[in-house]
């Protein structure tokens, strides 16, 4: 049986928040910094004045029907490609952190190394599906080119899943256009080989370079995550109930415009909301009542039949530390166990979102692991119940020499890499503690790191669009 999933609401409680949800809407509206948006909208029946628009009830809810329920996300490597939506659960490194840390240099400035060493490490953690997106800022690039240098080195150097530019409409066609050379055209009419992460800017409000790469993906049938990262107590209501039909009212905004844009545009339903710690005013993102959104915005979700994304392994902590373990590990049981589908932030960040670390990358891939084998459950079936096998050990028997343990160790016991089982006097040999470990691995992998390769027509063919955007 696999292991049940977590609930916060009642199903009375989801409907209060899906009916506040449509009365904010279209009563106090949502303001949206695009013409082209709110032009969308205003022809399918939205009432618009000035920058505002009030959404009426039937149009959201006939729209976010047409949303798929599941799709497939295409990877280079057809062996990679993975299945949103259902009881799938697909893990994406962290993303959007401008500083990275390690052992041996510290706290610094995000650059182009270090982004293609993360993608490096990302292509070699065995529990994460992808290796592309922000997985840092390289500070060193030009802004105006960074998007596709970021794809290019997650193109070059993995062969998962990708992430496109949610940066406007420019350059989310630079990286639509870059998929397409690497894809063929033909392939990219058909397929999703794309997801970006579209954020709402709360309280009730949606960007204009956000919107409008919302409406090129949609249009080319790529995937977005709509997401909110409001902050209760602070960009929405301190209560949690009042969170969640704010950040449910953006959310639908956002699923809207893109099925008008293309009915069946592939979405994905974003829950990345935390309270803000009241003593300080900052945001705190491994703090308990982030796990109470996440397990309700995946209810939410589930309500309108559509994938999920949340935050995975997330923590407040500024070092790899006794505080950053506790806080992932929680944070990630409740993406895990609600049902969440699409895990953004599932390894390596630090620091509220704005570190990511190198040892933190490989230990959370390994806490990933166990969360994996949490979700897969267990068969109560024959082979389970093993009933021969202890009919053959009896009273005081011994199961190691058995055929039956044999055959089912590998798939029933989850094993680790990092995290340490040897007895005490083992250890003590080198004595290491899990930062240490962990800083030895990431060195061992781009050590021993071999590209899977774009083959030398398709590098010829992506350096040339590269260099078209990188001359304006």
């Known amino acids: 049986m696999a292991c049940p999933r977590v609930t916060c609401l009642t199903p009375d409680e989801i409907e209060n928040i899906h009916a506040a949800s449509l009365w904010i809407l279209e009563r106090v509206g949502i303001r949206i910094f695009s013409t082209e948006a709110r032009d969308i909208l205003s022809k399918a029946g939205a009432k618009v004045e000035g920058e505002t628009v009030y959404l009426p009830p039937k149009l959201v809810e006939t729209q976010i029907k047409k949303a798929p329920a599941e799709f497939t996300l295409h990877a280079r490597n057809p062996a990679r490609s993975v299945r949103i939506g259902g009881d799938n659960f697909v893990l994406a490194p962290g993303y959007g952190a401008p500083f990275v840390s390690d052992l041996s240099r ?28 922000i997985l840092t800022e390289p500070n060193d690039v030009p802004e105006e080119i ?24 420019k350059k989310a066609l630079d990286t639509i256009h870059m998929a397409e ?21 709360p309280p009730l409000s949606l960007d204009g370079r956000m919107a409008e790469a919302l409406i090129e993906h949609a249009r080319h049938g ?41 009915e069946g545009a592939p979405v994905i339903y974003g829950c990345a909301s935390h309270p803000v710690d009241m003593r300080n005013g900052a945001m705190a993102i491994g703090a308990p009542e982030t796990a109470l959104i996440t397990i309700s915005g995946a209810q939410m979700a589930k309500y309108y039949g559509l994938p999920c994304r949340s935050g995975g392994a997330l923590t407040d902590s500024k070092i790899v530390d006794a ?4 806080e992932s590990m929680h944070t990630l049981m409740a993406t895990a166990l609600s049902g969440v589908n699409f895990v953004l932030h599932a390894a390596g960040i630090l620091e509220t979102y704005l570190t990511m670390s190198y040892e933190k990358l490989v230990i959370d891939d390994e806490l990933c692991g166990m969360v994996r084998r949490l979700r897969r459950g267990f068969a109560v079936d024959e082979n389970g119940l093993a009933l021969q096998a202890i009919a053959e050990a009896g009273p005081q028997g011994f ?15 989850w094993e680790p890499r990092l995290l340490n089982r040897e007895n005490y006097s083992h250890w003590a040999e080198e004595g290491k503690d899990l930062a240490a470990i962990a800083f030895s691995r990431w060195q061992e992998i781009l050590a021993c790191f071999e590209p899977p390769g774009l083959g030398k027509d398709l590098e010829r063919d992506l350096n040339a669009f590269i260099e078209k955007v990188e001359k304006g």
């Open 222 to 262: 790529q995937a977005v995550i709509i997401a909110s990262m409001a902050q209760a107590g602070s960009t929405s209501p301190v209560t949690i109930s009042g969170t969640l039909a704010q950040i449910n009212a953006e959310i639908l905004t956002g699923i809207t415009l893109a099925q008008l844009v293309k």
């Open 181 to 201: 050379v690497v894809f063929g055209r033909e392939f990219l009419e058909s397929h999703t080989v794309l997801i970006t992460l579209i954020n709402t800017l």
């Open 399 to 413: 199961y190691l020499d058995k055929m039956h343990t044999l055959h089912n160790f590998r798939q029933e016991n």
């Open 323 to 326: 505080q950053a373990a506790a």
């Open 106 to 133: 510290g706290r610094r400035e995000g650059t182009i190394e270090d982004f293609i060493n993360l993608v490096k490490i990302a292509q070699a953690c065995s529990n994460l599906d992808l290796a592309s997106g």
């Open 146 to 169: 960074r998007h596709v240098k970021m794809l290019e080195a997650s193109l070059k150097y993995s062969d998962k899943c990708l992430m496109g530019s949610p940066y406007g409409k």
